[in-house]
């Protein structure tokens, strides 16, 4: 492996934050920059619980630990992957770039204690997002990629040298053996993206399921930047069908349980509760009244108060028990069962329009703020 030659954790993150200030350049109001953010001016959230963070990073930023038996995982404190050391080499199952080179450190940690080859003689991929797969590149053309069909077309298509496409792929199920070491890999439909797949290790008592649950953690903005939101609330069912002890989430610093697993349904479905309460709770008259022929501003702002009418038990019920859900949880699209699935977001962007200027043929856009696609997880 080269560190120079392939994406590192510090050069993923410089440009991941780069790629996220294009949106804000792009909501500029007059040709004014915008002031820079400073610490004293940043929001304040509620205390992380104690019980959602893991075990503290090593000075070359990651943590590797043992699952069960000969299955290990490695964080960063925010990405996980895991692997498998067999009689054969080591199997190794994503490779998020934020821990980059960090994965072949920790295997040699492992291998170096234990005895063992450290040789990486396969990957398989939970699905096709860069995130979970771009550090991929780093093991070489020597490795065997296993994913499923749909991770194959997508990676094609994407045609990024970071994610070299998998050579074996299957379309519902597939028995992975190497060294003496089963793997059960399994698509049971579209949830977080359309190949997002289960990783079962029956010999480990453990469970991959990636971008789904968080152990700890309320999901990130919009269920994880989800492509198919009802996919992904039955998937927990789906995952508890298993049997396991250990779940990689693929997310944050600790691994999660079946407890875990039960309180992130429960959490679910006290949103999904208090979203059919706003549905037929807020009255949107006021907000077309306020907004006139402004359809944006009037929808923006009444489902901003849905939200907060649907959020605010959930926050009270939650604080302390599961972390950042002061704030993220209120990003939820969460669809109602009388309507179709959300197709992917579009967040208005910039300041609300007012004065004289704001009506009808005020500009290009009458309502003002730019509509800016959210990123995808």
Do not use: C
């Not at 290990?72 to 404190?77: A, E, H, L, P």
């Not at 907000?287 to 907060?308: D, E, L, M």
């Not at 969460?334 to 300041?351: E, I, K, W, Y």
């Amino acid at each position: 492996m080269s560190s120079n030659s392939a994406p590192n954790r510090r050069s993923f993150l410089a440009r991941s934050a780069a790629i996220a200030a294009v949106p804000a350049v792009a909501t500029l109001a007059g040709g004014a920059l915008a002031e820079p953010a400073s610490a004293d001016t940043l929001p304040d959230y509620a205390p992380i619980p104690p019980s959602a963070l893991g075990p503290a990073v090593n000075a070359q930023g990651y943590f590797v630990g043992r699952v069960e038996k000969n299955l290990y995982w490695v964080t960063d404190g925010t990405y996980q992957a895991a692997f498998l050391t067999t009689r054969d080499g080591v199997v190794l199952f994503d490779a998020p770039p934020s821990i980059g080179d960090n994965l072949q450190r920790s295997i040699d940690e492992i291998a170096s204690a234990n005895g063992v080859s450290n040789k990486v003689t396969h990957i398989v991929y939970s699905h096709h997002h860069a995130d979970h797969l771009g550090a991929s590149s780093l093991f070489g053309r020597d490795v065997v990629r296993v994913g499923q069909i749909e991770t194959k077309r997508l990676l094609a298509r994407d045609n990024d040298p970071t994610r070299p496409v998998p050579d074996v792929t299957f379309e519902t199920h597939h028995t992975l053996l190497v060294g003496g070491e089963r793997i059960d890999l399994a698509w049971h439909g579209t949830n977080h993206t359309p190949d997002n797949s289960y990783i079962h290790f029956p010999d480990h008592d453990t469970l991959m399921l990636v971008d789904i649950n968080l152990p700890g953690w309320v999901p990130y903005d919009s269920f994880n930047l989800n492509e198919d939101v009802p996919g992904s609330i039955a998937a927990p069912d789906t995952a508890m069908a298993y049997p396991w002890k250990h779940f990689i989430g693929g997310h944050m610093g600790r691994l999660g349980t079946r407890d875990d697993m039960v309180v992130y349904q429960q959490y679910v479905t006290d949103l999904i509760d208090n979203i059919k309460k706003a549905l037929v709770t807020v009255d949107p008259t006021p907000f077309f009244i306020r907004y006139g022929n402004n359809s944006w501003a009037a929808v923006k702002t009444f489902q901003a108060a849905q939200v907060a009418y649907a959020s605010a038990p959930v926050i009270k019920k939650y604080t302390g028990v599961l972390a950042a859900g002061r704030r993220l949880h209120r990003q939820h699209r969460v669809p109602h069962p009388r309507v179709d699935p959300p197709r992917p977001r579009f967040r208005l962007a910039g300041p609300p329009v007012t004065g004289a200027g704001a009506g009808p043929g005020a500009g290009p856009l009458a309502a003002g703020p730019t509509a800016t696609r959210t990123r995808r997880r």
